[in-house]
């Protein structure tokens, strides 16, 4: 499959590296179009596949094309491209809050796939959420989530509102879990660690703890009781949490990120 990657940003750049890491694809069968001539540059030097500046040299031989752009970006590569677009292509778009409807209208094709990626997919552990028309066959579904696989975990979904389900969820909970971790790195140096030994304390937690769940098969719900016993300090933290209502808030701010989620694809 002949790729095209519009964007040379992070993103784009992910993408790119984890399909010849992964050996899924050569650098042989990737074009990446960028319009900055300074970034075109850098990413020659970079040899990840063919670089073009405009899309009348690559457009055409494209059998997938990923836009890997800013939702804000996406007017102008809507002009540059959709009249040079056939119906034998597929289009994964990326971009935050951008609906399939919106794809459809702009593009005038009917392959479309949309998938939400997270920020550890920058290191081949991220979670991606995907959903397409019913244009694109299995097995054209199954290169894209085999292509999709190389940067962690993958869900398919039927319906579309998902996505920015997931974007609330998956998508923005890199940012939730950073926010829990530094929270726990102040309260370590409130009493009394240094700021690196609060770290230490803080990311060696969480990286084990995720670790320990992977690796055994009870809930959330079982490990809190395992590491918590009557009258101890665990129970105290948790009591307080309670009582500051912090979980009722983390689901607030899911449900919020997800009512934004909707409006930005409103928009």
């Given amino acids: 499959m002949k790729i095209l990657v519009i964007g040379g940003g992070n993103m784009g750049m992910t993408y790119t590296q984890s ?57 102008f590569v809507y ?11 597929i289009v994964l778009s990326i971009m935050a809050g951008v609906t399939i409807q919106t794809l459809r209208k702009e593009l005038g094709i009917g ?4 998938a939400m990626p997270n920020l550890p997919s920058q290191i081949s552990h991220g979670m991606t959420v995907f959903t397409s028309t019913n244009d694109v066959d299995r097995s054209e579904l199954v290169q894209v989530q085999n ?23 998956s998508g923005s909970g890199p940012a939730y879990v950073f926010y829990f971790m530094e929270s726990l790195m ?5 009493l009394g660690f240094t700021e690196a030994q609060a770290e230490l304390l803080s990311w060696q937690t ?19 009781q395992k590491v918590s016993s009557r009258g101890g ?10 009582a500051e209502k912090v979980k009722a808030g983390i689901i607030r701010g899911a449900e919020a990120a997800y009512n934004r989620a909707r409006e930005l694809g409103n928009s």
């Fill in 79 to 89: 002009n540059q491209i959709s009249p040079r677009l056939h119906q034998n292509q």
């Fill in 233 to 242: 300090t665990t129970e105290a933290a948790l009591a307080t949490y309670e």
């Fill in 186 to 190: 102040e309260a370590a140096v409130k």
């Fill in 19 to 75: 399909f010849l890491r992964s050996h899924v694809t050569t650098a042989e069968n990737i074009m990446i179009l960028e319009r900055s001539r300074e970034k075109a540059e850098e990413l020659k030097k970079l040899n990840l596949g063919s670089v073009h500046g405009q899309p009348e040299t690559c457009l055409a031989h494209a059998q997938l094309i990923i836009m890997a752009v800013k939702p804000q970006d996406a007017p």
């Fill in 111 to 114: 392959k479309i796939i949309r």
């Fill in 147 to 169: 292509l999709l696989n190389t940067t962690g975990k993958t869900l398919y979904v039927e319906d579309e509102k998902l996505l920015d389900a997931a974007t609330a969820i």
């Fill in 206 to 224: 969480f990286h084990g703890t995720v670790d320990l769940f992977h690796k055994n098969d009870f809930t959330c719900r079982e490990w809190i």
